[in-house]
């Protein structure tokens, strides 16, 4: 999913500022096949079978942390 990496860079103003939503993290979380479940803290990744932690209060690190992982993740040698 291409497109999620560019919506994640797409929610930051000129300050860096976080206005990546809740809704908008969890939505895109249901969408993608290789997240098996998730909460706030935390997503397991269906290709290597680990719980990743996520800063439960700040979205877009947490879409970030996850795609970085999932870029890397190829059944078990993802970034944790």
């Known amino acids: 999913m ?3 990496i560019t919506r994640a860079r797409s ?9 990546y939503g ?3 993290r969890n939505a895109l979380f249901s969408k ?3 997240v098996r479940k998730f909460d706030p803290e935390r997503i397991l990744c ?3 079978d680990k719980w990743i932690a996520l800063p439960p209060e ?3 690190q947490a879409v970030q942390k996850w795609l970085q992982h ?3 993740c ?5 970034v944790t």
């Open 2 to 4: 291409p497109n999620l």
């Open 22 to 24: 809740l809704e908008e």
């Open 70 to 72: 999932r870029a890397g």
């Open 32 to 34: 993608d096949p290789d």
């Open 11 to 19: 929610h930051t103003t000129r300050n860096n500022k976080n206005v």
């Open 46 to 48: 269906n290709m290597c």
């Open 58 to 60: 700040d979205h877009l």
């Open 74 to 78: 190829r059944g078990g040698t993802g």
